[in-house]
T-cell receptor, first 116, second 111 residues
C-alpha cells in the first residue's frame, strides 16, 4: 500500500517551454502533497506544500509564479515549471501523506527534468 | 523544525550490522523521528518511524533514548544492495507533516 506515482519519469524540453509533472497517490487519499527538488549529490529541498482544494504554500526563495502547483483532488497534484530554463534542470520529487496522525510521507520516484 | 545531524558517510562490509546515529537536540514534544533510504535517481523510501524507546520492523530497528535528542538506525546484516543515502528527519502533524531533509548519510557496503 501507500504508492505514489509520478509522471513523466524523465523529460527533455527546449528552453522557454512549460512542463507539467503529475503526482498521484494510487491507493490512498492524500490530503497533503509536497514537492521537492534535488540537485546531483545534494539533499532534497522542499519547494512547496500542497493541500487539496487550497493554494500551495511555498518555501522561502521558491517563485510561485515559476512553479505552479495545483492540487485539485485527493489523489492528484501537479507541478508546472513555466518558461523553463537550463537552471531549472533538476530532479523533482513529490510526496504524499494522508490526514491520519503521524503517518509517514510516501514519495514518488521522481521526474528528471532536462532543459536544453 | 528540529535540525538533524548525521555522519556524512559510512563504510561497511556485507553481513555486518550498521548503526547510523542522528542527533536532533531541538526535537519537540510532538515530533516523530522518521528514517528514509534513497537510491540514485529514485525517491526516498520509508524505512521506519518512532517516537521513543525501540521500534523494529522487517528491515530495521530504531533506538531512541529517553531524552529523544538522538536516534540510531540499525540495519542488521547489510548487503551490497543497502548501499544508499539514509536520511533522518523529525517532524510532526501540527506543521502539516512538513519535513526538512538534512544532508543524510551515504552508506557504502563493500563485498
Amino acid at each position: 500500500g501507500a504508492v505514489v506515482s509520478q509522471h513523466p519519469s524523465w523529460v527533455i524540453c527546449k528552453s522557454g517551454t512549460s512542463v507539467k509533472i503529475e503526482c498521484r497517490s494510487l491507493d490512498f487519499q492524500a490530503t497533503t502533497m509536497f514537492w521537492y527538488r534535488q540537485f546531483p549529490k545534494q539533499s532534497l529541498m522542499l519547494m512547496a506544500t500542497s493541500n487539496e482544494g487550497s493554494k500551495a504554500t511555498y518555501e522561502q526563495g521558491v517563485e510561485k509564479d515559476k512553479f505552479l502547483i495545483n492540487h485539485a483532488s485527493l489523489t492528484l497534484s501537479t507541478l508546472t515549471v513555466t518558461s523553463a530554463h537550463p537552471e531549472d534542470s533538476s530532479f523533482y520529487i513529490c510526496s504524499a501523506r494522508t490526514g491520519i496522525d503521524n503517518q509517514p510521507q510516501h514519495f514518488g520516484d521522481g521526474t528528471r527534468l532536462s532543459i536544453l | 523544525l528540529a535540525k538533524t545531524t548525521q555522519p556524512i558517510s559510512m563504510d561497511s562490509y556485507e553481513g555486518q550490522e550498521v548503526n547510523i546515529t542522528c542527533s536532533h537536540n531541538n526535537i519537540a514534544t510532538n515530533d516523530y523521528i522518521t528514517w528514509y533510504q534513497q537510491f540514485p535517481s529514485q525517491g526516498p523510501r520509508f524505512i521506519i518511524q518512532g517516537y521513543k524507546t525501540k521500534v523494529t520492523n522487517e528491515v530495521a530497528s530504531l533506538f531512541i533514548p529517553a531524552d529523544r535528542k538522538s536516534s540510531t538506525l540499525s540495519l542488521p546484516r547489510v548487503s551490497l544492495s543497502d548501499t544508499a543515502v539514509y536520511y533522518c528527519l523529525v517532524g510532526e502533524k501540527n506543521q502539516g507533516g512538513k519535513l526538512i531533509f538534512g544532508q543524510g548519510t551515504e552508506l557504502s557496503v563493500k563485498p
